[in-house]
């Protein structure tokens, strides 16, 4: 063979060799490129290198990236069979829902009446001393000792005098024996006090103040001998013959509760006794702290068998209940957020967020405006949730602008 053949031989041995290494060491540098390190106690941590988790020094473990977009995560068969992993379509459908709350009778705030002092002065004696006794209307409930009652008590019979004097002096008297009446009638004395004093023109400091409302004591405020000012209180009562039964009810269930919507009550100390009510009042706003709604309804109480601190079962039936509705272990729930998984593709599933509603028998609403749900994964969602975290560091809600 010609030396000159021999050399091109050579040549051509020689370029294709280093073809091949280079094909090999770039195929190298790509699987590496599609392999992290990250820490399965945490999944936050991600190096492009082997090592330990500077946070629990555990060694890393490698991860091949996939290609899915965010919110996305794509699994093997045998991870889908070992997750049980899987899914169901669903539509629209037509629900009865019957919810029960408990809750807590309370006065009825309309009842409840604040006898206040109408002067300022001494209290010299109380009627009532102790919580939880009844005062009827026109019993005495305290008596007050004041200066400044006494002035207006001897103005009023001053002036009463005045009126038999003819020309301007009676006329003039007429209209101060007027005003002084009813700076008494301001004062907290009645009808029948007034005119015993005109009678007798006795002129005392001390006034006895009468109940112009029947009520079971609720609080005293005062004690005898105390001093107080005008428009401090003495004591309140509160009437028993209707109630509050309100309920706290969780944010989850609180959908669909409206003003005059019907109730039926049941009481734990009375198991015969039913009341059929309605809802009086929703509180607009949701507590942020324990996420509860207020839900209120007046409790017709006229025979007096039931007290404030009662317990009551509140029972609301609603049919016909219209929604799209998911098993609620479907639902991923994550501080104020809630979510589900759907299969996008053969083995790619990919988080979608939702605004969930009432719970029924296991399900729960998706008030989400959506009109059928495909492929929704109603077992192994949270062994996806967790793969997710675990690969990729995050929360899948994070790509929802969360």
Known sequence: MPKFCIIVLVIIV??????????????????????????SMDP??????????????????????????????????????LGNITTQTFSITQNNLHQKFTGELVFDQEKIKRI??????????????TVGEFIKVNQPVYE???????????DFLYAGQQLSLPGDIG?????????????????????????????????????????TSSGYINEIFVTEGGYVMEGDGVLETAGLTSLWLEAQVNANYSYGFFVGQAVNVSFNDFPALNVMTKISFVNPEINTATRLLLVRMNIDNRKLLLKPGMQGVASINRFKLKGLFVPIDAIIREGKASYIWLKKSPGVFKSQMVETGVEINGMIEIKTEIDSLKDVVITGAYAINSEYKFRKGSNPMEGHGM
Not at 14 to 39: M, P, V
Not at 116 to 129: N, Q
């Open 116 to 129: 206040s002092a109408r002067a300022m002065g001494r209290i010299e004696k109380l009627y009532f001393k």
């Open 44 to 81: 936050q941590v991600k190096e492009n290198k082997p090592g330990k988790c500077p946070i629990c020094h555990m060694d890393l473990t490698p991860i091949r990236n996939d290609e899915t977009e965010t919110n996305e995560l794509k699994l093997s068969n045998q991870q889908i069979y």
């Open 14 to 39: 020689l370029f294709i060799s280093c073809g091949e290494q280079n094909e090999n060491i770039h195929n190298a540098h790509s699987g590496q490129e599609n392999i992290f390190y990250t820490c």
């Open 171 to 211: 006329t003039n008297a007429e209209r101060i024996y007027n005003s002084a009446k009813e700076k008494l009638k301001y004062f907290g004395l009645n009808e029948r006090q007034i005119e015993n004093l005109k009678n007798t023109k006795e002129v005392t400091p001390y006034t006895t103040f009468f109940s």
């Open 144 to 154: 007050l000792y004041s200066e400044e009652i006494a002035i207006a008590k001897q």
